[in-house]
């Protein structure tokens, strides 16, 4: 017994339960054509060789019955043929009809059925000794006396017409279980340029179109059908084969031009979701081939396997199908003397993807470089692919010995490729319409660069240091080439980097060492920040990470920053400094505030805003509710019941403390005192914008003692900061801006983690896993790759005046 | 009739108890050997053998699901057959393609160090198929247990047909990963 039989025999044996629970609705109507008959007559014991008996005895009857009907036969045969004209009649097979009537489940004999006609086969023309034939062994009639046909029944072959021969044979396929001959079906057959053939067999829709699958038969005898070449034709009219010398160079169907086939034969294991058919690249693939001045070779990019988006882009989906290439100019051009795949920005591994838009110009380009310690054969080859209203151009190098890409070197421009020129000094320069004159310092010799988009490095080298200087830290964008990234510290030397272009965190924190990234999903560029241990210094590179980086990998990032942090070095040599936020809520000018809608509250009738509320206790008891009626666990709730597990009076109500002051911050849930807001509404002119505050009727110093009494001074004011336009002081009062927040996702589970629990800080991680809204809000274990994945760290700190909350994801938002 | 209700016909030895499991499973039970050997008249000879083992079966078996109980005996009858006439890799249906399928799911068989029993095969399919989302389990079920096209398969659950290849290929390697995971070859 094979492996694969051993294994199917082995399912066999599943749980009845979960067999039952995933077969098919079967009581459903499509299944009743399947029920071609059932014995009649039940024999009151039943066993193997009564039932045989039964069939054999009925057949035979059937039979009989068949032989003494044969004269009508001819008739039949005659005016089907009549109907049918393009139906051949080559071979008989003998079969039996059935009842469609559930109930009875009778044998059903028809009254005539043509022997004939059961097995039917249609050839199409015939191209050089050759035709494509469609042929049914079991062809039924329905009431109407049409000749229907199971698709699974029926096949393709490519047949020569001397012999009658089946060269090749393949599946139909077609979007119908069944389908009708005496409907028009058209097959078409043409020799194309590989010394193979091409077919097209069209099946008539109700919509009076067709449906059009296209067939190849290679060179080497393969055949099959191009499923993803499927599509549907107003009329047969509409598609014919495209000539050229030497064969069919493609299809051409009226209103969309010129198509040309796959040279190979296609799968269905290619999950392919792209149309194989190729739009004006019939036979022959891209090459663009750029002299090397100075040497005797070439550099060339070959694109093969271009297939076309529905956008009408070329679609490139191998990587070994994209390359650049050198190779001699006099040669055979297959001669070769380097290959390094075609990388673009729209590289994503696993799944590659080189997609642009045919309009654009795809170029590419060579520099030889004659600088000093360069070999004469040293040149930069840059590709041009069109990004949008773009170049992406990647940069390669050769040396005469090897053909290397230049690492993550992607330029944007919307400047020609030419104008991206050698400097004579080993570098080059380009124009860019934003930042000016950027020059792309290369060193050839050991084939890294040391120094990359200039601009954006200092930029980014000054935020980084603005970040240091602060202590506290908060986003700052910077561009690594590949999309914006979003660098933000999350304190102890903890950073988070966001790639905005994707969705998820990729976390490179950097005590001292890099211990971890956690990049969950998506490829991209991302920002690495590392602190060299205790010198101060900080390092900060780019990094294309082309990894796919599980949570704890830890190695991968190691390497990942080894390569990295010889690409660039910031010098920072200043050590981190503690400067304290002012408050960062906003305290506007006073006569730019203008009063409308009403009067602003007297102060004799402010309240004193506190977190020690009803409104803090709500939370606590909702959060209980939550996890008990749900069933499942609720992020705040078990928090709060982590932190009293720790045994430190208070923490769980500092801890929603937080979360209430957290909330009303983001949410247009707003604080009023008295059980509503007074009727004066302010607008507050904030940087190039217009805010309508409304009145709290609580003291603005109050609001911000609140915060002070539950997070630290540093904690407090980098929170608000995130929502400082939220907030506005005019007179005493607390003027608030209605916000909105939302997420769309439901946590289900949560995992702690105790970091540290001295007498003076408490510092623990939780990591959450979330479904989205709407989804089952239940934790499986074992599917624990289908959740959203967040982690948090809280850190609590004892002060003078008592525990407060330093640091806490959950709070932050970071996105 | 309910299920409940034909097993009690079984109990009371009435010949009724084949004629209902027909109407009511007969269709799918054909449509699974059809899948398996390709041939209609293999495909009856299959359900009236699986007929006769349902009446040997019961009683004294009182199955929770009849519906469950009768594919699963159909399904190893046509299996039985289908090895019997040496039709793998060359016959119809879909049965040869499954098995070729299958065995992207196999890890390498120098992978692990020895062939697992049956058993802990089984129920680390059983674990991993249940780790799926619904979808994916009846997916994945009804193409290796139920040896349907995924052109059926994409009908019956409102899917396309593209979708239920991706998914086929995604599960089949997950699987081949979780049984190396496991350490558990075939």
Not at chain 1, 8 to 25: F, H, K, N, Q, W
Not at chain 1, 169 to 182: K, P, V
Not at chain 1, 237 to 245: A, K, L, N, Q
Not at chain 2, 89 to 105: A, H, P, Q, R, T
Request: charged share 25%.
């Amino acid at each position: 017994m094979t492996r694969e039989e051993r294994f199917i025999e082995i399912l066999g044996g599943m749980d009845e339960m979960l067999v039952a629970e995933t077969m098919p609705s079967y009581r459903n109507e499509k299944y009743k054509a399947d029920k071609k008959s059932m014995i009649e007559i039940i024999p009151e014991k039943p066993d193997k060789k009564a039932v045989r008996r039964y069939w054999l005895t009925r057949i035979a009857a059937g039979a009989a019955a068949l032989i003494v009907l044969a004269f009508a036969v001819p008739l039949i045969c005659s005016i089907l043929e009549e109907q049918y004209q393009k139906t051949y009649i080559d071979a008989a097979t003998t079969t039996f009809a059935a009842s469609e009537n559930d109930d009875t489940a009778t044998l059903y004999v028809p009254d005539i059925i043509p022997e004939e006609l059961l097995a039917l086969t249609m050839p199409s023309k015939t191209v050089d000794g050759k035709c494509l034939r469609l042929v049914c062994d079991e062809a039924q009639l329905t009431e109407g006396g049409s000749p229907v046909c199971n698709t699974r029944d029926a096949r393709v072959e490519i047949a020569d017409t001397a012999t009658g021969q089946a060269i090749a044979s393949a599946q139909l396929l077609t979007r119908d279980d069944t389908f009708e001959w005496e409907r028009g079906i058209e097959l078409k057959l043409a020799k194309n340029r590989r010394n193979g053939y091409w077919g097209l067999v069209f099946m008539p829709l109700d919509s009076g179109e067709y449906m059009m699958t296209p067939y190849v038969f290679t060179a080497d005898g393969s055949f099959d059908f191009d499923p993803y070449g499927m599509r549907t034709v107003g009329s047969l009219d509409d598609v014919t084969f495209w000539d050229v010398d030497g064969g069919a160079a493609g299809i051409k169907i009226k209103g969309e031009g010129n198509f040309g086939l796959s040279d190979t034969v296609v799968t269905y294991d290619d999950n392919t979701p792209y149309d194989r058919l190729y739009r004006g690249v019939p036979a022959e693939n891209i090459r663009v081939d750029c002299d090397i001045e100075g040497t005797d070779l070439y550099a060339s990019v070959r694109l093969n396997e271009i297939t076309v988006g529905e956008d009408y882009s070329y679609v490139v989906r191998s990587a070994e199908n994209a390359t650049v290439t050198i190779h001699p100019k006099n040669g055979d051009g297959e001669l070769n003397f380097g290959e390094e795949m075609l990388v673009t920005k729209g590289y994503e591994k696993n799944n590659w993807v080189l997609q642009f838009d045919t309009k654009g110009s795809f170029n590419v380009i060579a520099h030889t470089l004659d600088a000093e310690n360069f070999d004469s054969k040293m040149a930069v080859i840059l590709v041009g692919v069109p990004l949008y209203k773009r170049f992406a151009v990647t940069v390669y190098a050769y040396n005469g010995r090897q053909l290397e890409r230049i690492r993550d070197l992607f330029i944007e421009t919307e400047q020609p490729l030419e104008s991206i020129v050698s400097d004579g000094k080993g570098g080059l320069t380009y124009h860019d319409i934003y930042t000016g004159d950027k020059s792309i310092v290369l060193d050839l010799e050991h084939f890294t660069y040391t120094d990359r988009l200039s601009g954006e490095a200092e930029e980014a080298a000054v935020q980084l240091r603005k970040f240091a200087e602060s202590g506290n830290g908060f986003a700052y964008p910077i561009d690594a080439g590949g999309g914006l990234n979003t660098l933000r510290y999350k304190g102890d030397n903890t950073f988070t980097v966001t790639p905005e272009m994707y969705h998820r965190d990729v976390y490179a924190i950097t005590d001292g060492e890099v211990q971890e990234i956690g990049c969950t999903n998506g490829y991209g560029n991302y920002m690495i920040v590392k602190e060299t241990n205790g010198t101060g210094t900080w390092v900060y590179s780019g990094l294309y990470c082309d990894y796919y980086c599980a949570e704890g990998q830890s190695v991968v990032a190691g390497e990942a920053i080894a390569d990295a942090v010889d690409e660039i070095t910031i010098m920072y040599n200043k050590p981190i400094e503690h400067i304290p936020y002012e408050n960062p809520m906003i305290l506007p000018d006073e006569s730019a505030v203008e009063v409308t809608e009403g009067e602003p509250s007297p102060p004799e009738s402010l309240s004193e805003f506190s977190a020690d509320n009803s409104r803090t206790r709500r939370y606590l008891e909702l959060a209980k509710w939550w996890s008990d009626t749900h069933n499942n666990d609720y992020e705040r709730y078990k928090v709060g019941e982590f932190l009293d597990s720790l045994g430190v009076d208070g923490l769980k109500e500092l801890y929603f403390k937080g979360y209430f002051l957290n909330s009303i911050t983001v949410t247009d849930d707003l604080p009023t005192a008295n059980g509503g807001v007074g009727n004066a509404r302010i607008t507050v002119p904030v940087a190039d914008r217009t805010y309508k505050y409304f009145p709290t009727g609580y003291t603005y110093e109050s609001f911000r003692k609140a915060w002070l009494g539950v997070f630290t001074e540093e904690w407090a004011n980098t929170l608000l900061n995130q929502h400082s336009e939220v907030y506005c002081k005019y007179g005493d009062e607390l003027y608030c801006l209605p916000a909105a927040a939302g997420g769309d996702l439901t946590l289900v589970h949560i995992d702690y983690l105790l970091q540290t629990q001295t007498d003076d800080e408490i510092v623990f991680l939780s990591k959450c896993y979330h479904v989205k809204l709407g989804e089952d809000p239940v934790y499986d274990e074992m599917q624990n790759d289908k959740y959203t994945v967040s982690y948090n760290k809280y850190r609590i700190v004892r002060t003078d005046d008592g525990w407060r909350i330093a640091f806490s994801d959950t709070f932050y938002h970071w996105r | 009739m309910k299920d409940s209700e034909i097993i009690e016909l079984y109990f009371a030895r009435s010949e009724d108890a084949i004629t209902e499991t027909n109407k009511k499973h007969g269709s799918f039970c054909r449509s699974v050997t059809f899948g398996i050997l390709g041939s209609r008249e293999d495909s009856e000879e299959c359900v009236s053998d699986t007929y006769m083992n349902v009446w040997n079966a019961i009683p004294p078996k009182r199955p929770d699901r009849l519906g469950a109980f009768v594919v699963r005996i159909c399904r190893n009858i046509a299996l039985n057959l289908f090895k019997a006439r040496n039709t793998l890799k060359s016959g119809g249906g879909y049965g040869s393609v499954v098995f070729d399928e299958i065995s992207e799911c196999l890890p390498a068989p120098d992978s692990v160090e020895s062939t697992a029993e049956a058993n802990a095969v089984l129920k680390a399919v059983e674990a991993f198929v249940r780790s799926l989302s619904r979808e994916k389990q009846q997916i994945f079920m009804h193409r290796y247990y139920y040896f349907r096209s995924c052109a059926g398969i994409a009908d019956d659950l409102h899917i396309s047909e593209a979708k239920v290849k991706m998914t086929l290929k995604r599960t089949r390697e997950k699987l081949r990963e979780y049984l190396e995971k496991e350490g558990i070859d075939v």
